[in-house]
């Protein structure tokens, strides 16, 4: 890590930094400059709470670390990571559409989405079971019920099931049903959750939170490899900007970047990532020409009755349209 | 709520609108303007589902709601709650300050601490035993020990005692040892965590999270209300923003606007609300001069040895000399 | 327009509104609800000075526009502009590509770029003579020895050529060497540039301001529009949000919802909004794909030896691997 | 500056950095750790343009600045600077109001509101005479028949003038009436407004861009006292984020934080960095708590038939108030 002193800083305080950065086992190189004397902290890994004693400490402007922080999903252990889904494989090369409701309403609704999305040519099914919404009021999701639906779906058509886990409670209720867990954008920083996820023998997505950058995002996939299971996979689904016009500003540009500084693979959520019908295509198509290993997608047979998430859901024959429209895409990559 | 209409909508599109208003339990009103549509539903509450269905229909525009979607921390229900916490009263037109480390690491640091803080006027003491922490890496707290070393700092000081949960799992733990239970900014959204604690019978912190609209902090602390618990105070410390010379940015304004939407008490964290040690001062006289009910301030007496917010934690000396700097602002506002 | 009284709102206040409402022109038409009353004014144009003023009168809680209030550059005008370079056309179903270093520095190296890029099959020929600088040390253009070497490398390649205006007092000057003269994105607020460019008879590229709304954007375009220029082509490159791993967020679902709303050509910049040498390919695949009208990039022969933006320019030979890349994507589109 | 290579970076890519590190006049120092080498350059100033070129070397993972950009606005340079305005002074430990409308709209608006700040304390009357409004359909200002109004108010008062210049071309005939230039938000970065204004003989306030950092706004500042005027004061309006509740989000840290780095006086401008007239007073009595240099506020008679800014002016008698509430505030700072 490199510490930087203030501009007066005398003689004793950079020898105190000197004597902290060696008691932590690390060894200082000091640079005095013109204007400025900065000291090179050179070790094992840049802990920070390394960094935050040594910018506690007097005669100190600024610390930071050079290494980053997250190590098991780094790009450096290794090139790519490929997850087994059944007889799915997400990170191969190849594309995986994940599609289905925002939330499980009813037993007719899910088979009617199920069976429409697997003749397109989805792989997995989403739907909530447990749904985290804004307000109290709002439906809260059918829970076991839901989970049910979701098994006897799977069951009819073939598709793996994700759905999501929003409580250290339901872990292994969820992960009796479910193909992949998922966590959500605003439990990406729930660590009593992601713990328990590291115990699971199940893939898990984790979804970036609304103001995760790009690191934290990483260090929060770093929690569940950590705890045992190294089978995560990321969804970026759209952070919050100053913009309105979308739900959310979806960062398409973290794809590539994640697959440069991690293996894990990388799905792409158009639907939250931009709240509007009409634009989940276009960016549907953007992403597979990013270079992401997958889609979800919301579909609602009939979006003006759904419970949730109504105005960003894909009607089924919109859906099959988006599947047709991006397979060339998808060609282009293998291609490639 | 009211729903804007596209530029050709047809007659069929707004007859079918204004029948599914009517399903709904509302009114329509339709006006029909020279550019556009727009129909007015009129009646009880303005339901999300019913906007966003109503979103999703052939010839809208847009949708939304008029009204408020929180209810029972709202100000229209009454203008002020004053919480007690034993003999401390938050919310009475006093001003109450919280002050002690980010996290409790020994006994020693904690004893040092809460008694530098009881003299000096803070009424409670906080310290993490349960860290949530960007990285699984980072020191995760003492635990179980940690809430038995506040105890006893409480027996020690006769300082009430606030401390973060941060599992659904914990929370019936934490509250037999503390006096105020925290939720931090990362759980401000973990719906499972405020239902539990709206059945616990202790006053509980809501802290605003890092990309929190004012709109959804009053929902998280509606959950927490309107199951069962109606002791809530509400924490302003900083959001995220473009700029990162500091750690969040302070939203000072969200304190007289929370005053006006809302009855609930509002305390202010100047340390994560910039994270530099030399800015808590300043802010912290801000603080009372907008009208905040009390301030939650890191303090550790050795800032350098700390395991976590050091280069934000005052001093026990800075601290006194914040408690004397805050008494005449304190004094001012007993005049209005 | 909708005027949203208070919870108590009289009927004085309420008669107050409708007065002033019928004085601004338009009809008002008052719905009572159980909970509040709202007030809808119809009439030509929701003006905002009408909206503020009914906002500041007492028992108004909140006024809002119902219509856009951009007008030419609107879609409801006419489906797509499509402007004419020379013999280049952008906005006509194919694609541009505009590339050339960010500051016009050398003639070799100006030379050397238009060279190259031509070969690669882009058709506009970019680079700064103006540099508008965060900071006053840093270069800031060689001004019109910088517009001679565009219209050198113009006359050896047949490139056409952008280049960046940034004072009213430059205008003409620009506007004799330029083919299209550029908005930078700091100055997209700047409407005394604005409204000089509308008096220009060549096209504009408006570039979205770092914290430019997508109606701040299409109402910047209006002001050249009504100004008289109806050659407005809008440039994404990026907005600024809390991410710091990239320069900036590439919003790409502004260009098909900036479709949806304009009949204007959008143009995507990968180079600044990424700030990322390696993130620029991927993103000029996904712009292709998500529809956008053209491409802006950055082409530096040595980008090591750049005066500014070295870390995102594309050496020539990516440059050309790049155009390969997206030829197949540019392909796909002509079929749909 | 620091230079952090890539983890498998070459010798011979160490050695062209530190070859290209001594061309631009530093001196280098390789630190070899276990996982990365760091290269740290020691010299004068640390060169935007040769941090860019290291940045776009091979094996170069990134390359940072230790030394602050600006130099001439830098608190190393000086304590404070004092700016007179005729006999008013800013920045010499007192508190200095400035007030007045929105736009100048009529000789009746602007005497009766000049009238009536002067009255209640103010030391100087703002009001737009040329208005940089988002659309071009929004009143654009009286231009000079504005200034010259502005001047009949300073005849009739004796308050100071501050006023808005949008554009370069009108630098002269603005500095002819008015006491103070006014840069506006939009115009932070307009780099050639603010080589004008370097120029002039009278003091600017420059106003923080929308998302401008605390480090671009004190280079803006640079701009301006580089080109040969000392007497700049910095404004803190308030910066965009996700929250729509408030205008704009007022940052009130930048206050202390622009006092640690520079010189410069700073006023605080709560109507805009509200938008909302109820939370006008409170944030003012922060403004000073926090150690404001001084405070703009927007008044204006009769806020509903004002023809811009109504909603978050104050009318007269709520200046009067506010000046009142704040005055033992002031005291208060006095003493310490």
Redesign the interface.
Known sequence: M?I?MK?GATDDQIDHICN?IREFGYTP?V??????T?I?A????D???HI??????EGVEDAFP??Q??KLVSR?IKPKTAIKIGDVTLGDGGFVVMAGPCSVETREQLMTTAEAVAAAGAKLLRGGAYK?????????GLEENGLKLLAEARERTGLKVITEV????DVELVAEYADVLQVGA??M????LL?KLGAVRKPVMLKRG??A????FL?SA??IV??GNPDVMLCERG????????RN?????????LN?LSHLPVVVDPSH??G????VR??A???????ADGLMTEVHPW?????????Q?LRPEEFAEMMN?IE??VG?RK??
Chains 1, 2, 3, 4 share one sequence.
């Open positions: 490199i930087a501009a902290r190189h640079i005095r400059g013109a204007e400025r900065v090179a050179v070790g094992h890994g802990k920070k709470e935050e004693s040594l910018k506690s400490a050079i290494l922080p997250f450096e985290p919404r804004t307000s109290p009021y709002d439906f809260q929003v409580n250290t409670a605003r439990n920083q729930n660590f009593a713990k609304l103001s950058t790009i690191k934290e260090l770093e929690y950590s705890h952070i919050r900007t100053f913009e309105t016009a979308t500003t979806l960062d398409l540009a973290a794809v590539p970047l440069e990532g931009t509007k019908r009409s634009l276009p960016l198509r953007a992403a597979v020409a990013v270079g979006p003006e009755q759904a419970w949730s998430d109504g105005p859901s429209e060339p895409y282009l291609r490639e």
